[in-house]
């Protein structure tokens, strides 16, 4: 068993004697308040900040998370306060412990959403001193490692709660060695059965690749020392986990992926493996479309390397990564590689990359509506696969596999995503759901008017899109609301002679009361979102002055707005007469005045609002038109052409033909109002080959 004596003298070749002593002080006061406490598996308890230490030291991480580690626990399980650590051992400890210490004083409705509050709150502590999340790493590690006295459900609750979180968060820091026993072990807990099988059938693949791998490695070796290039070639092997999850997700065989031979050469320098590279390439052929620079673009996590996949003796495919030695242990190691905590110097580009991400984090935290839509969010942006493409000005840009557009223009700011309204790829129009490729340069083109749509979060991947996104639409739909139930509340209660503005402190109050809210601004959301019908809630309003007034109309002034909808069964238009009606949920929702849907609505007057357009209305309103045309050749580029003359839109076209002669064409375009919509049909009729024209609505 580790001794803090044995901790001592590996931590003598990297730090101070004082440091050393103050590990040892943090050593023995963890000591004393976890006296008598025992692990599960029967040891004292002082056994597992130790071990939490000796992995931190293993990394050469700095005295004080050396403290942390020692006393993580302290805060959670001893009651020993916040205050107490502090006045020990000073601040920057104090702060290191509490950020690694759970939320324990506080009853969760359910464990996942327990786990979302506490990683958020590890997510604040982090934005402060990236430490945290090492010190948090090393101790789910010593908590794997020690997996097995646990009871099933527990063991495997923990073992999910690892691949889902903590191995995508080792990956993102670039530290793969914890990555890969996170997940190995992690898969072994959670399904034991199956890593058992592919654990024999790995040992058995094993013994019969020996020979063509001792194969490969002597012709590499042969052709690098031929160029004069000096060089380690190992042979590598791929873990449990990884050959699982590619089975699983590429649906490929034991022996499909096993079939691949992978193989990493490690150079002294950048230019040795460009030469590296050609003279392998010279060896055997190498597959074009599955070559990667990780070095001239690092990956997000600091990551880099050459891949490249070559086609070797009897066809079989070799994988090659080549880097320097500097590069592999960035890979294995990732930020703790070589770590040297100071908090004035100028910090390494991994640190700044680590603390960018945080950064990423903490403003996803800031727009998530609860810890659960936060942990969504991360595990979104935890995903390992990568596109990198370029702005204008030529900065490479990180996003997700499978990331849009409007992922790139929220990656680039906030502010560009809300309103971005259209892009370019590589200078030409692109529809804003394309996936991005890496390499391409993406051109964000903005409008002062625009809003997110809603529709994006249909395409979006980046956790930081989706929050951003969901955080305006709700701040938006509040907002809304709000001035749809002023609007709709003012005008019912005007039709009684009341003046919402003249009610008095204790009208006011009476009526909150009633409809049981804090606020008018939640009484007006409530009658805006369709909860509450503003007759009902008038009715509740008393007043001597109060008298029956015909209704007045509300003005509908723009297409756009979340709690005012437009039919689609009837698509009214500015122009037409229209009525209105409060639908739970969606605020407002207006129909033509003749439309079949709202029939049982007109028995129930109190449900109907009186709507009618301002005289400035703006927007651009979809609406139907039936065509039925002579069949001939280019009849709808001649329709698309006249529409387009009249500024309008086609949304869209749908062609249903009648007889060899005649064919019905549906439009739906935008138009806006009765007077634009009657040039167009205009323009139309003057078509030979158009026998009718008709505006479809229910």
Not at 430 to 449: E, N, R
Request: proline share 4%; hydrophobic share 40%; with cysteine.
């Amino acid at each position: 068993m580790q001794t803090i004596d044995a901790l001592a003298h590996q931590l003598s070749s990297y730090l101070e004697p004082a440091q050393i002593n103050l590990v040892r002080r943090a050593y023995l006061y963890a000591e004393q308040a976890h006296d008598g406490q025992k692990r599960r598996s029967g040891d004292p308890y002082i056994t597992h900040p130790l071990a939490v230490a000796v992995i931190l030291s293993g990394m050469h991480m700095d005295h004080q998370s050396l403290m942390a580690a020692m006393l993580h626990d302290v805060i959670e399980d001893t009651g020993i306060a916040k205050v107490a650590l502090g006045d020990q051992f000073g601040d920057t400890v104090a702060d290191l412990v509490d950020g690694v210490s759970k939320l324990t004083q506080i009853e969760f409705e359910s464990q996942a959403e327990k786990q979302a509050e506490n990683f958020q709150k590890m997510t604040l502590a982090m934005s402060r001193d990236i430490r945290v999340i090492l010190v948090k790493l090393a101790d789910r590690l010593h908590n794997m490692r020690t997996l097995g006295v646990m009871p099933p459900e527990k063991k495997r609750r923990i073992a999910r709660e690892t691949l889902e979180i903590y191995a995508p968060i080792a990956h993102r820091l670039g530290m793969n060695d914890m990555r890969i026993e996170f997940e190995n072990r992690g898969f072994s807990a959670m399904h034991p059965l199956r890593a058992k099988r592919l654990k024999a059938a790995l040992q058995s693949a094993r013994g019969n690749r020996k020979e063509l791998v001792d194969q490969i490695n002597q012709s590499l070796q042969l052709r690098l020392e031929s160029e004069h290039i000096n060089a380690l070639v190992i042979g590598r092997e791929k873990h449990l986990y990884s050959i699982y999850t590619k089975m699983r997700s590429k649906k490929k065989s034991f022996k499909e992926i096993m079939d691949v031979y992978a193989f990493r050469i490690i150079v002294d320098s950048v230019d040795t493996c460009y030469r590296t590279l050609g003279a392998i390439h010279n060896l055997y052929k190498p597959i074009i479309s599955e070559f990667k620079d990780y070095i001239a673009i690092p990956k997000t996590n600091g990551y880099q390397s050459l891949h490249t996949v070559l086609v070797g003796m009897h066809g079989v495919p070799i994988e090659v990564q080549i880097r320097t030695k500097e590069m592999d242990e960035m890979a294995n190691s990732g930020i703790a590689a070589h770590w040297l905590y100071k908090a004035n110097d100028n910090p390494n580009a991994s640190h700044l990359r680590a603390r960018q991400w945080v950064q990423g984090l903490l403003e996803m935290q800031q727009r998530a509506g609860d810890s659960l839509e936060f942990i969504e969010n991360v595990k979104i942006d935890l995903f390992p696969d990568e596109v990198y493409v370029f702005t204008p000005k030529g900065r490479i840009v990180e996003l997700p596999s499978g990331a849009t557009p409007v992922d790139f223009a929220y990656a680039v700011h906030t502010d560009i995503g809300n309103a971005c309204v259209a892009c370019r790829i590589n200078d030409r129009l692109a529809p804003l759901s394309q996936p991005l490729q890496s390499g391409q340069k993406v051109t964000i083109i903005t409008a002062s008017s625009a809003q997110p749509n809603p529709s994006w979060l249909n395409f979006v991947t980046s956790g930081k899109a989706r929050s951003a996104i969901r955080h305006f639409l709700k701040h938006q739909r509040h907002h809304e609301s709000i001035d749809l139930g002023r609007r709709l509340l003012t005008r019912s209660l005007a039709d009684r002679g009341i003046d919402l503005q003249n009610l008095d402190k204790d009208e006011r109050k009476a009526l909150l009361k009633e409809c049981g809210v804090n606020s008018l601004e939640s009484l007006f959301e409530d009658v805006g979102l369709g909860k509450r019908l503003p007759h009902a809630v008038a009715n509740l309003v008393q007043s001597e002055n109060s008298k029956a007034n015909s209704q007045s109309p509300l003005m509908i002034e723009s297409s756009d707005g979340m709690m005012i909808s437009f039919a689609r069964c009837c698509r009214p238009i500015p122009g037409d007469p229209i009525l209105g009606h409060i639908s739970a949920g969606k605020g407002l929702v207006v129909h033509h005045d003749t439309c079949r849907n709202i029939a049982e609505l007109r028995e129930n007057p109190e449900k109907i609002s009186i709507v009618n357009w301002s005289p400035d209305v703006k927007g651009e309103f979809p609406v139907d038109i039936r065509v039925e045309v002579e069949s001939g050749r280019g009849i709808i580029a001649n329709l698309a052409t006249r529409i387009t003359e009249q500024n309008a839109n086609i949304e869209q076209i749908q062609v249903h033909e009648r007889d060899a002669h005649n064919s019905v064409i549906n439009l739906t375009i935008d138009v806006s109002g009765r007077v634009h919509l009657a040039n167009i049909i205009k323009r139309l009729k003057s078509l030979r080959s158009v026998i009718r024209i008709s505006r479809h609505r229910n």
